[in-house]
T-cell receptor
Framework: GAVVSQHPSWVICKSGTSVKIECRSL??????MFWYRQFPKQSLMLMAT?????????EQGVEKDKFLINHASLTLSTLTVTSAHPEDSSFYIC???????????FGPGTRLLVL | RKEVEQDPGPFNVPEGATVAFNCTYS??????FFWYRQDCRKEPKLLMS???SGNEDGRFTAQLNRASQYISLLIRDSKLSDSATYLC???????????FGKGTTLSVSS
Protein backbone atom coordinates (compact mmCIF):
# COMPACT_ATOMS: atom_id res chain seq x y z
CA GLY A 1 0.00 0.00 0.00
CA ALA A 2 0.89 3.65 -0.22
CA VAL A 3 3.53 4.84 2.23
CA VAL A 4 4.11 8.27 3.65
CA SER A 5 7.19 9.03 5.70
CA GLN A 6 7.93 11.86 8.08
CA HIS A 7 11.27 13.04 9.31
CA PRO A 8 12.28 13.49 12.01
CA SER A 9 10.08 11.26 14.14
CA TRP A 10 10.80 13.35 17.22
CA VAL A 11 12.52 16.60 18.04
CA ILE A 12 13.54 18.21 21.32
CA CYS A 13 14.70 21.78 20.93
CA LYS A 14 15.21 25.00 22.82
CA SER A 15 12.71 27.82 22.70
CA GLY A 16 13.41 30.12 19.75
CA THR A 17 14.73 27.38 17.49
CA SER A 18 13.22 26.75 14.07
CA VAL A 19 12.31 23.16 13.29
CA LYS A 20 11.71 21.67 9.84
CA ILE A 21 9.55 18.58 9.40
CA GLU A 22 9.53 16.68 6.11
CA CYS A 23 6.64 14.68 4.73
CA ARG A 24 7.30 12.39 1.76
CA SER A 25 5.06 10.17 -0.30
CA LEU A 26 7.30 7.22 -1.10
CA UNK A 27 5.50 5.36 -3.86
CA UNK A 28 2.97 7.80 -5.27
CA UNK A 29 2.68 11.41 -6.29
CA UNK A 30 0.74 13.52 -3.82
CA UNK A 31 -1.05 16.43 -5.39
CA UNK A 32 -2.29 17.50 -1.99
CA MET A 33 -0.81 17.15 1.46
CA PHE A 34 -2.45 18.08 4.72
CA TRP A 35 -0.74 19.07 7.96
CA TYR A 36 -2.47 18.26 11.23
CA ARG A 37 -1.55 18.89 14.84
CA GLN A 38 -2.68 16.89 17.84
CA PHE A 39 -2.33 18.02 21.45
CA PRO A 40 -2.64 15.43 24.26
CA LYS A 41 -6.15 14.01 24.58
CA GLN A 42 -7.35 16.22 21.74
CA SER A 43 -8.41 15.48 18.21
CA LEU A 44 -6.24 15.95 15.17
CA MET A 45 -6.75 19.52 14.02
CA LEU A 46 -6.08 20.57 10.46
CA MET A 47 -3.44 23.27 10.25
CA ALA A 48 -3.12 23.75 6.51
CA THR A 49 -3.70 22.26 3.08
CA UNK A 50 -0.75 22.17 0.75
CA UNK A 51 -0.97 21.79 -3.03
CA UNK A 52 2.13 21.20 -5.10
CA UNK A 53 3.44 24.38 -6.64
CA UNK A 54 1.06 26.75 -4.91
CA UNK A 55 0.75 28.52 -1.58
CA UNK A 56 -0.68 26.59 1.31
CA UNK A 57 -4.14 27.34 2.62
CA UNK A 58 -4.11 27.83 6.37
CA GLU A 59 -6.93 27.17 8.78
CA GLN A 60 -8.29 29.98 10.89
CA GLY A 61 -6.07 30.66 13.86
CA VAL A 62 -2.94 29.12 12.35
CA GLU A 63 -0.23 31.71 11.76
CA LYS A 64 1.18 31.31 8.27
CA ASP A 65 4.33 33.25 9.16
CA LYS A 66 5.02 30.92 12.04
CA PHE A 67 4.22 27.64 10.32
CA LEU A 68 5.89 27.80 6.91
CA ILE A 69 4.78 25.19 4.44
CA ASN A 70 6.55 24.38 1.21
CA HIS A 71 5.25 21.82 -1.28
CA ALA A 72 7.90 22.07 -3.97
CA SER A 73 7.44 18.63 -5.51
CA LEU A 74 4.77 15.98 -5.85
CA THR A 75 6.47 13.82 -3.24
CA LEU A 76 7.65 16.30 -0.63
CA SER A 77 6.07 18.87 1.64
CA THR A 78 7.84 20.55 4.53
CA LEU A 79 6.51 22.29 7.60
CA THR A 80 8.84 24.69 9.37
CA VAL A 81 7.94 25.82 12.86
CA THR A 82 9.75 29.12 13.16
CA SER A 83 10.96 30.36 16.53
CA ALA A 84 9.29 27.48 18.33
CA HIS A 85 7.95 28.01 21.84
CA PRO A 86 6.81 25.51 24.47
CA GLU A 87 3.17 25.95 23.44
CA ASP A 88 4.12 24.61 19.99
CA SER A 89 4.99 21.25 21.55
CA SER A 90 2.66 18.80 19.89
CA PHE A 91 2.33 15.81 17.58
CA TYR A 92 2.50 16.95 13.97
CA ILE A 93 1.09 14.58 11.36
CA CYS A 94 0.93 14.92 7.61
CA UNK A 95 -1.30 13.09 5.20
CA UNK A 96 -0.98 12.74 1.45
CA UNK A 97 -3.65 12.45 -1.19
CA UNK A 98 -2.89 10.99 -4.61
CA UNK A 99 -5.90 12.30 -6.47
CA UNK A 100 -9.41 13.41 -5.67
CA UNK A 101 -11.42 10.61 -4.17
CA UNK A 102 -8.50 8.49 -3.03
CA UNK A 103 -7.71 7.57 0.54
CA UNK A 104 -5.52 9.89 2.52
CA UNK A 105 -2.37 8.21 3.76
CA PHE A 106 -0.91 9.40 7.01
CA GLY A 107 2.71 9.77 7.93
CA PRO A 108 3.88 8.34 11.26
CA GLY A 109 3.96 11.78 12.85
CA THR A 110 6.61 13.99 14.39
CA ARG A 111 6.61 14.62 18.10
CA LEU A 112 7.96 18.08 18.92
CA LEU A 113 8.99 19.11 22.41
CA VAL A 114 10.12 22.68 22.89
CA LEU A 115 11.90 23.38 26.15
CA ARG B 1 -16.93 25.53 13.42
CA LYS B 2 -18.13 22.25 11.99
CA GLU B 3 -17.54 19.51 14.52
CA VAL B 4 -17.54 15.82 15.13
CA GLU B 5 -18.63 14.80 18.61
CA GLN B 6 -17.77 11.57 20.35
CA ASP B 7 -18.09 10.18 23.86
CA PRO B 8 -14.46 10.16 25.04
CA GLY B 9 -14.93 7.16 27.31
CA PRO B 10 -12.89 5.35 28.42
CA PHE B 11 -14.75 2.16 27.77
CA ASN B 12 -13.30 -0.64 29.88
CA VAL B 13 -14.58 -4.04 28.80
CA PRO B 14 -13.56 -7.68 29.25
CA GLU B 15 -12.42 -9.83 26.38
CA GLY B 16 -15.33 -11.14 24.38
CA ALA B 17 -17.59 -8.20 25.14
CA THR B 18 -19.55 -6.27 22.56
CA VAL B 19 -19.04 -2.53 22.64
CA ALA B 20 -20.63 0.30 20.68
CA PHE B 21 -19.33 3.77 19.95
CA ASN B 22 -21.43 6.67 18.76
CA CYS B 23 -20.64 9.85 16.96
CA THR B 24 -22.54 12.87 15.68
CA TYR B 25 -21.47 15.39 13.08
CA SER B 26 -22.71 18.90 12.50
CA UNK B 27 -22.41 19.39 8.73
CA UNK B 28 -25.39 17.82 7.02
CA UNK B 29 -23.63 18.17 3.65
CA UNK B 30 -20.71 15.93 4.64
CA UNK B 31 -20.12 13.26 2.05
CA UNK B 32 -17.75 10.65 3.45
CA PHE B 33 -17.47 9.00 6.81
CA PHE B 34 -14.84 6.81 8.40
CA TRP B 35 -13.69 5.17 11.57
CA TYR B 36 -9.98 5.39 12.26
CA ARG B 37 -8.01 3.69 14.98
CA GLN B 38 -5.18 5.43 16.78
CA ASP B 39 -2.77 3.64 19.06
CA CYS B 40 -0.87 5.53 21.72
CA ARG B 41 1.66 7.95 20.21
CA LYS B 42 1.01 6.71 16.68
CA GLU B 43 -0.66 8.08 13.58
CA PRO B 44 -4.33 7.25 12.91
CA LYS B 45 -5.02 4.28 10.68
CA LEU B 46 -8.14 3.68 8.65
CA LEU B 47 -10.35 1.04 10.22
CA MET B 48 -13.25 1.23 7.83
CA SER B 49 -15.34 3.54 5.72
CA UNK B 50 -18.99 3.98 6.69
CA UNK B 51 -21.80 3.68 4.17
CA UNK B 52 -25.46 4.59 4.42
CA SER B 53 -26.46 0.98 3.95
CA GLY B 54 -24.27 -0.08 6.85
CA ASN B 55 -21.22 -2.22 6.41
CA GLU B 56 -19.41 -4.96 8.22
CA ASP B 57 -15.80 -6.06 8.32
CA GLY B 58 -15.33 -9.13 10.44
CA ARG B 59 -16.11 -8.22 14.03
CA PHE B 60 -16.66 -4.55 13.17
CA THR B 61 -19.96 -3.10 11.99
CA ALA B 62 -20.46 0.53 11.06
CA GLN B 63 -23.73 2.36 10.57
CA LEU B 64 -24.59 5.78 9.22
CA ASN B 65 -27.83 7.68 9.71
CA ARG B 66 -27.70 10.76 7.53
CA ALA B 67 -31.04 12.09 8.75
CA SER B 68 -29.82 12.09 12.34
CA GLN B 69 -26.21 12.88 11.39
CA TYR B 70 -25.17 9.94 13.49
CA ILE B 71 -22.46 7.31 12.99
CA SER B 72 -21.84 4.20 15.01
CA LEU B 73 -19.25 1.46 15.34
CA LEU B 74 -19.97 -1.90 16.90
CA ILE B 75 -17.18 -4.23 17.93
CA ARG B 76 -18.14 -7.80 18.71
CA ASP B 77 -16.05 -10.35 20.61
CA SER B 78 -13.53 -7.76 21.77
CA LYS B 79 -9.87 -8.74 21.74
CA LEU B 80 -7.03 -7.35 23.83
CA SER B 81 -5.57 -6.00 20.61
CA ASP B 82 -8.67 -3.84 20.06
CA SER B 83 -7.49 -1.55 22.88
CA ALA B 84 -6.95 1.82 21.21
CA THR B 85 -8.64 5.13 20.57
CA TYR B 86 -11.32 5.08 17.91
CA LEU B 87 -11.72 8.24 15.89
CA CYS B 88 -14.90 9.19 14.11
CA UNK B 89 -13.95 11.04 10.95
CA UNK B 90 -15.97 13.05 8.46
CA UNK B 91 -15.01 14.48 5.10
CA UNK B 92 -17.06 17.28 3.60
CA UNK B 93 -16.02 16.63 0.01
CA UNK B 94 -13.76 14.15 -1.74
CA UNK B 95 -10.19 15.34 -1.72
CA UNK B 96 -10.58 17.71 1.20
CA UNK B 97 -9.16 17.40 4.69
CA UNK B 98 -10.56 14.98 7.20
CA UNK B 99 -12.39 16.27 10.27
CA PHE B 100 -11.65 14.23 13.34
CA GLY B 101 -13.56 13.68 16.54
CA LYS B 102 -11.58 13.59 19.78
CA GLY B 103 -11.82 9.84 19.85
CA THR B 104 -13.23 7.22 22.17
CA THR B 105 -10.77 5.20 24.19
CA LEU B 106 -11.32 1.47 24.49
CA SER B 107 -9.50 -0.74 26.95
CA VAL B 108 -10.06 -4.47 26.68
CA SER B 109 -8.86 -6.56 29.61
CA SER B 110 -8.42 -10.28 30.13
Amino acid sequence: GAVVSQHPSWVICKSGTSVKIECRSLDFQATTMFWYRQFPKQSLMLMATSNEGSKATYEQGVEKDKFLINHASLTLSTLTVTSAHPEDSSFYICSALGSVGETQYFGPGTRLLVL
Amino acid sequence: RKEVEQDPGPFNVPEGATVAFNCTYSNSASQSFFWYRQDCRKEPKLLMSVYSSGNEDGRFTAQLNRASQYISLLIRDSKLSDSATYLCVVQDQAGTALIFGKGTTLSVSS
